[in-house]
Structures are given as C-alpha cells and as structure tokens.
C-alpha cells in the first residue's frame, strides 16, 4: 500500500501563486509516475500534471506555462508550483501515484482563486 498525503492548498487571489506537496509513505519502491489531477464542482476529475520516475513531464494545455510539477526522490515527494493562478484553476487538487498497476490516490486538497 501507498499512503499519499497532500498540503499546501488555500484561498488565493488571482494572478498569485501557490504550492502543493505530496508525500508518499509506505511501500513506495517501484512507484513509477506521480501526479496531480483536480476536479471541480459539478465537473469530472481532470489530470493536470504528471513525473515519471526518470523526471519526464506532462501537462495539461490549461496549465501549460504557468505550473510546474517536480519530484524530489530522497523525500518521496511531489510537487506542484502554480503561478498565475486562475479562478477556472479553483478546485480540490489530488495526488496520485502509479506503482505496478494500481493506482493510489491522496485525500485532496482545495485550491480556490478568486477574481
């Protein structure tokens, strides 16, 4: 089992910045891709970023430019650094790690921008 624990989120205005973390505890060896989906109200859960485990990237084209997914593997954490943060990027922001072929998911965290 995988155990995922997110911070960082909060009420932030628009045009500001925020970061998110994720660490990963438990049986944590052969996780190979981490990430960040969101979903808002009403809306179906969306992937935003994500880092496999040799530190490729991927994005969403909404966040293309302004977010920045980063894994430090000594911490078993990720990262997400959004800047100019938009209300439409208002949402609860989960974690994710891929490890063989299950999928583990964090709690969720609210990002909410405000115009």
């Known amino acids: 089992q995988v155990q995922l624990v997110e911070s960082g989120g909060g009420l932030v205005q628009a045009g500001g910045s925020l970061r998110l973390s994720c660490a990963a505890s438990g049986i944590i060896f052969n996780i190979s891709r981490m990430g960040w989906y969101r979903q808002a109200p009403g809306k179906q859960r969306d992937l935003v970023a994500i880092v496999t485990s040799d530190g490729s990237t991927n994005y969403a084209d909404s966040v293309k430019g302004r977010f920045t997914i980063s894994r430090d593997n000594a911490k078993n954490t990720v990262y997400l650094q959004m800047n100019s943060l938009k209300p439409e990027d208002t949402a609860v922001y989960y974690c994710?790690?891929?490890?063989?072929?299950?999928?583990?998911w964090g709690q969720g965290t609210q990002v909410t921008v405000s115009s």
């Open positions: 994710y790690a891929l490890r063989g072929w299950a999928y583990y």
